[in-house]
Antibody, heavy 118, light 113 residues
Framework: QLVQSGAVLKKPGESLQISCKGSGYNFATSWIAWVRQMPGKGLESMALIYPRDSTSTYSPSFQGQVTLSADKSLNTAYLQLISLEASDTGIYYC?????????????WGQGTMVTVSS | DIVMTQSPDSLAVSLGERATISCKSSQSLLYTSQNRNYLGWYQQKPGQPPKLLIYWASTRESGVPDRFSGSGSGTDFSLTISSLQAEDVAVYYCQQCYSAPFTFGQGTRLEIK
């Protein structure tokens, strides 16, 4: 399973870090993706990280606004959002990319609600 | 980025009837060397994370009822629910896993008529 950190309330301009802890599989050798869902809207794939060596790839839409990291010894991936704006409000999901045998996001975290408000 | 476009945006179907959702990609999702289409379908119910239903365009995820089926190749795909059940009310998304950042369609809201 993937278990994410809890809901947060932040002010504009602040930064935050969301965690995603995996268990029950080899965490280091499966890509972890981060997906945003703004209120009432669809799914946006933000970025992915390979925990074994922290190789990351970012969507051009989110490049420079988010930073991914991972600690394979803790089976945990992190999403850092910087210089928050009200438009960053939404639910952030982590998901496991299934890999060569199942090229899809086959395991999802419960989501972390982020509210940015002054 | 590859653009994914679903149709319709919303759909109302009677219980027991067939529901079909279409998904088009801006470029082919077929890896010819593997003869596999890198297309997945997800179901999202209110207050829940998305759930994988179909991968490789037509392979059902373990535990998914066989009334759900996926078809298509290249740039045109569809998800069909053969006999709609009340628990199938949800928003459905297609996703390309051909190239990062693995974009999603805008979603199709499925309701009971």
């Amino acid at each position: 399973q993937l278990v994410q950190s809890g809901a947060v309330l932040k002010k504009p301009g602040e930064s935050l870090q969301i965690s995603c802890k995996g268990s029950g599989y080899n965490f280091a050798t499966s890509w972890i993706a981060w997906v945003r869902q703004m209120p009432g809207k669809g799914l946006e794939s933000m970025a992915l990280i390979y925990p074994r060596d922290s190789t990351s790839t970012y969507s051009p839409s989110f490049q420079g606004q988010v930073t991914l990291s991972a600690d394979k010894s803790l089976n945990t991936a992190y999403l850092q959002l910087i210089s928050l704006e009200a438009s960053d409000t939404g639910i952030y999901y982590c998901a496991r990319r299934g890999g060569s045998e199942k090229e899809a996001f086959d395991l999802w975290g419960q989501g972390t609600m982020v509210t940015v408000s002054s | 980025d590859i653009v994914m476009t679903q149709s319709p945006d919303s759909l109302a179907v009677s219980l027991g009837e067939r529901a079909t959702i279409s998904c088009k990609s801006s470029q082919s999702l077929l890896y010819t060397s593997q003869n596999r289409n890198y297309l997945g379908w997800y179901q999202q119910k209110p207050g829940q994370p998305p759930k994988l239903l179909i991968y490789w365009a037509s392979t059902r995820e373990s535990g998914v009822p066989d009334r759900f089926s996926g078809s298509g190749s290249g740039t045109d795909f569809s998800l069909t629910i053969s006999s709609l059940q009340a628990e199938d009310v949800a928003v459905y998304y297609c996703q390309q896993c051909y190239s990062a950042p693995f974009t999603f369609g805008q979603g199709t809201r499925l309701e009971i008529k």
